[in-house]
Nanobody, 127 residues
Framework: VQLVESGGGLVQSGGSLRLSCAAS????????MSWVRQTPGKGLEWVSG????????YYADSVKGRFTISRDNAKNTLYLQMNSLKPDDTAVYSC?????????????????????WGQGTQVTVSS
């Protein structure tokens, strides 16, 4: 099983980035997917999730209206379009897979419930 993120980098405040997460080794279309970010100061923060079919995206309040999650099950790939980036968005962004979906509820923060994790890609937003 592999989840490989890409697309991170350095961007100025107000800029955009598109992250990708390529999945292999499991039935991608059977899993709900999430993006989670981590910083040394804040720890892990759930960012966004999407159901296995790609029809029901959901977001943390901190990114709602700025980030868009999507997936292409034919390509086994998850995406995160990030617009209007802020310095507070600086973090390592990882994708994670689970069978049930958390739908922006408190369960999104039960890190043990995610079955598969990627290694992450660094996003740095300069002010």
């Amino acid at each position: 099983v592999q989840l490989v993120e890409s697309g991170g980098g350095l961007v100025q405040s107000g800029g955009s980035l598109r992250l990708s997460c390529a999945a292999s080794g499991f039935t991608f279309s059977s899993y709900h997917m999430s993006w989670v970010r981590q910083t040394p100061g804040k720890g892990l923060e759930w960012v966004s999730g999407i159901d296995n079919e790609g029809s029901n995206p959901y977001y943390a309040d901190s990114v709602k209206g700025r980030f868009t999650i999507s997936r292409d099950n034919a390509k086994n790939t998850l995406y995160l379009q990030m617009n209007s980036l802020k310095p507070d968005d600086t973090a390592v962004y990882s994708c994670a897979a689970d069978r049930s979906g958390c739908y922006a509820g408190s369960w999104c923060y039960d890190w043990s419930a995610y079955r598969y994790w990627g290694q992450g890609t660094q996003v740095t937003v300069s002010s």
